[in-house]
C-alpha cells in the first residue's frame, strides 16, 4: 500500500515524515510522470489569482488522481510492495498533490468532503510532533485538535458506512488515506494526553503554571537580552515560590498531605524552567549569525501568517497556505533529533534552538488556526458573504446604540438589503457562469438573519 509521507523531506527525526528510501521501478514511472503532470496543472491553477477556481475542473483532476492511486495499488500489491513502510518519490509527489487538493476543496466552500480534512490532519499531526518533543502543553493547548479529529472521525465513519452500502464495501482511494492520517493523529493525541492524565487534580494547576513560565521564557529568548531580563527576573522569583511549596523536594497534596501524583512530569518541567532560566540570563537571547537566515526566515513566515489571520476573510485563498507550509516542512527539515545545527554540524546554543522551535511551533499553529477558521463558502460567493456579515454586524450594531430609527436612517440598510437579496436568481446566488456555488445555506442563512434584523428596527421605527 502506497503510504502518506509528507512532500520530498530528509528524514532527520526532526518532526518531517519520512521521506522515499527506494528507487522508482519502470512499472510506477508513468504513474510518476502523471502526477508530476497533474501537481504542476494544480500549481498553475493557485497562482492564477485572476480567475475564481471552476469546481468541474477541480474535481475532474481530482477523479484523475484517483486513478492513478488504482493503478499505483495494483502494481504495488503485483510488486509486493503493499506495505505502510515501503515509500518512493511516487509517495513524496502523491502527498503533495492530495495537500493541494485538500486546499483547494476548502476553497471551494468543500469543506464536509473527505479530500478537505486531508491538510488539516498534516498540520495536526506536526503540531502534535512538536509537542511531543517539547512537552510544553496542557489540555486546554490540545481540546481545539481533540474536536477536531472527533469531526474529521465522524465524517470518515460515515464514508466508510456509504461505501458498505453503495460500493459493496471497497474502501475509496482517499478515505484510506485519510484514515491513516487520522489514525496518526488518535495515536499521538492518545500518547500527549497520557502524559498530562497521570498528573493529580491537585498538582494540575503548578504544572499549568510552569507551562506558562516555560513558554514565556522561550519568547522572551527572542528579545533583545536587556529587555528579557526584566521579565525574566520576575519569572525567577516566581519559581522559586513554587519549589520552595516543595517538601522533601516532592509536591504535596495541600488537604491530605500525601505525595501528589504526576511528580516526574511537574519537577521535571520546573527543573527545566531553571535549566531555560539560567540560560537565558547566562547566554543573552542572541541568536547566533549562521542561525540567522533561519531565524530571519521563519520570522518573516510568521509575520506574514498573522497578516493573513486579519485579513483572511477578504484576502486569503486557501491555496497561499501551500506555499507556507512548504517553507515551514523545508526549514523543519532542517533538524535532526530535534535540533537545528549550526554550520559546523554541532547543535545550536539552547537559547538559539529554543527561538527556532518557538517560532518553527508558531507558524505551524497559525496556518491550522488559519486552516480552521476556513469557511465552508466558496470563493465566488465570499465577495456575497463579506457584504452580509458586514451588514449584519452594522444592523447589530443599530439595534444595540441607534435609538429611534426613522425610514431614512434605515433606507441605506434597505437598498445594500436589496441588492443583495436581488443578486439571486431562482433562490441561489450563482456563480459566473451559471453555477451554484458551495455554500448557498450559509450565506441564506446570513441574508434571512439581516431582514430579520433590518424587520426588528422597522417595528420601532419613528416618524420624522
Not at 47 to 52: I, L, Q, S, T
Not at 181 to 201: G, H
Not at 301 to 326: A, G, M, P
Request: glycine share 4%; proline share 4%; net charge negative.
Amino acid at each position: 500500500m502506497f503510504s502518506t509521507a509528507s512532500p520530498t523531506l530528509a528524514l532527520n527525526n526532526g518532526g518531517c515524515d519520512l521521506v522515499p528510501t527506494h528507487t522508482v521501478s519502470s512499472s510506477e514511472q508513468p504513474v510518476l510522470s502523471t502526477l508530476i503532470g497533474i501537481r504542476n496543472r494544480l500549481a498553475a491553477l493557485k497562482r492564477d489569482r485572476g480567475n475564481y477556481f471552476r469546481p468541474n475542473e477541480i474535481v475532474g483532476l481530482y477523479n484523475e488522481l484517483l486513478g492513478q492511486v488504482k493503478v499505483l495499488q495494483s502494481v504495488r500489491t503485483t510488486e509486493h510492495h503493499d506495505n505502510d513502510t515501503y515509500k518512493n518519490r511516487v509517495d513524496s509527489v502523491l502527498d503533495e498533490c492530495f495537500q493541494l487538493f485538500s486546499l483547494f476543496y476548502l476553497a471551494l466552500g468543500k469543506n464536509k468532503e473527505v479530500p478537505a480534512t486531508y491538510v488539516q490532519l498534516v498540520t495536526i499531526k506536526q503540531n502534535f510532533e512538536l509537542f511531543n518533543e517539547t512537552g510544553i502543553y496542557t489540555d486546554a493547548d490540545l481540546e481545539p485538535f481533540q474536536e477536531r479529529l472527533k469531526e474529521i472521525r465522524q465524517l470518515i465513519d460515515h464514508e466508510t458506512e456509504k461505501e458498505v452500502d453503495d460500493y459493496n464495501g471497497v474502501t475509496k482511494p482517499e478515505v484510506r488515506l485519510v484514515s491513516r492520517r487520522l489514525r496518526q493523529c488518535e495515536s499521538e493525541l492518545a500518547a500527549l494526553e497520557a502524559t498530562t492524565r497521570v498528573i493529580s487534580d491537585s498538582l494540575m494547576p503548578v504544572y499549568e503554571e510552569l507551562v506558562f513560565i516555560r513558554r514565556r521564557l522561550t519568547a522572551l529568548s527572542i528579545l533583545p537580552h536587556d529587555t528579557a531580563l526584566v521579565e525574566a527576573k520576575e519569572l525567577q522569583r516566581r519559581l522559586i515560590e513554587i519549589d520552595d511549596t516543595r517538601v522533601d523536594d516532592r509536591f504535596v497534596d495541600a488537604e491530605n498531605g500525601s505525595i501528589a501524583d504526576g511528580q516526574t512530569q511537574v519537577v521535571g518541567l520546573l527543573e527545566e524552567c531553571f535549566d531555560r532560566l539560567h540560560d537565558l540570563m547566562a547566554e543573552g537571547s542572541t541568536v547566533p549569525l549562521d542561525m540567522m537566515p533561519i531565524y530571519e526566515r521563519l520570522t518573516d513566515v510568521r509575520i506574514q501568517l498573522e497578516k493573513l489571520l486579519l485579513t483572511s476573510r477578504w484576502t486569503l485563498r486557501e491555496t497561499d497556505l501551500w506555499s507556507y507550509q512548504v517553507q515551514l516542512q523545508e526549514i523543519d527539515a532542517m533538524r535532526h533529533n530535534g535540533q537545528f545545527k549550526d554550520t559546523s554540524g554541532e547543535p545550536a546554543p539552547q537559547q538559539a534552538q529554543a527561538a527556532l522551535n518557538f517560532l518553527l511551533h508558531k507558524c505551524y499553529n497559525l496556518v491550522y488556526k488559519l486552516l480552521s477558521s476556513s469557511e465552508p463558502v466558496a470563493e465566488t460567493l465570499m465577495p456575497v458573504h463579506n457584504q452580509l456579515r458586514t451588514l449584519r454586524r452594522c444592523l447589530l450594531e443599530v439595534k444595540k446604540y441607534g435609538g429611534p430609527l426613522s425610514a431614512r436612517d434605515l433606507y441605506p440598510y434597505q437598498m445594500k438589503l436589496s441588492s443583495i437579496d436581488n443578486l439571486r436568481t431562482d433562490g441561489k446566488f450563482l456563480d459566473d457562469e451559471g453555477y451554484i456555488p458551495e455554500g448557498q445555506g450559509v450565506v441564506m442563512s446570513l441574508l434571512n438573519e439581516c431582514y430579520d434584523l433590518m424587520y426588528e428596527l422597522m417595528a420601532t421605527e419613528v416618524d420624522e
